[in-house]
Nanobody, 128 residues
Framework: QVQLVESGGGLVQAGGSLRLSCTASGLTYTFSRYSVGWFRQAPGKEREFVLASKSNGGSTYYTDSAKGRFAISRDNAKNTVYLQMNSLKPEDAAVYYC???????????????????WGQGTQVSVFS
């Protein structure tokens, strides 16, 4: 059974940083074959795409809100992807989810339906 487990969320002051982790287990293929995306959902809003790492050493894709502040990295040996968030703003507060899929093409990375597996989410709160 595939599981994605996020960790690292918490309460941080505006301008601060957090690093989220997403660790996968039970995968059919090696982790490098999976594209991994980060999404977030704020209260009363729909879940939205933040950024993603394409499989097999492919590129990283960012939303405009993430560019320059957020970075994604992966340690395929540990089946783990990291989301480094800097210069956090109150509007970044949300539940952050990671998702993984083995059949994504670049254009589908922002699409939630393209991912096969999801984590349970980790809460990020930002106070000013």
């Amino acid at each position: 059974q595939v599981q994605l487990v996020e960790s690292g969320g918490g309460l941080v002051q505006a301008g601060g940083s957090l690093r989220l982790s997403c660790t996968a287990s039970g995968l059919t293929y090696t982790f490098s074959r999976y594209s991994v995306g980060w999404f977030r959902q704020a209260p009363g809003k729909e879940r939205e795409f933040v950024l993603a790492s394409k499989s097999n050493g492919g590129s990283t894709y960012y939303t405009d809100s993430a560019k320059g502040r957020f970075a994604i990295s992966r340690d395929n040996a540990k089946n783990t992807v990291y989301l480094q968030m800097n210069s956090l703003k109150p509007e970044d507060a949300a539940v952050y989810y990671c998702a993984a899929g083995s059949r994504l093409i670049s254009s589908s990375l922002p699409s939630q339906s393209a991912y096969d597996y999801w984590g349970q989410g980790t809460q990020v709160s930002v106070f000013s």
